[in-house]
C-alpha cells in the first residue's frame, strides 16, 4: 500500500479508500468510522446510522520462507 503524509502529520493510503455503509457486509469484523473519524473494530447491525464509511482488515504479507543456503 502507498501513502503520503499530508500537512497534519497524517499518512494517508492513496490507493484505498474508506466503503460507503451501503456496501458493509452485515455481522462481520470490519473497521467502523464514528462520527468523529476514528476507527473502531466492530460489526454493523445493518440498521444504526452512526457510522459514517467501514473498512475491511489489511492482510498480512506471507512469510518468507528463510533456508539456510540463501542467508
Known amino acids: 500500500m502507498t501513502h503520503k503524509v499530508n500537512n497534519e502529520g497524517i499518512a494517508v493510503a492513496t490507493e484505498f479508500f474508506l ?33 459514517k464509511s467501514w473498512s475491511p482488515f489489511p492482510r498480512k504479507k506471507p512469510k518468507l520462507i528463510e533456508h539456510k543456503e540463501y542467508l
Do not use: A, Y
Not at 29 to 36: A, I, M, S, T
Open 19 to 51: 466503503q460507503p455503509m451501503d456496501t458493509c457486509p452485515i455481522n462481520t469484523e470490519v473497521f467502523l468510522e464514528n462520527p468523529g473519524g476514528v476507527l473502531v473494530r466492530g460489526k454493523w447491525d445493518g440498521k444504526s446510522t452512526q457510522w
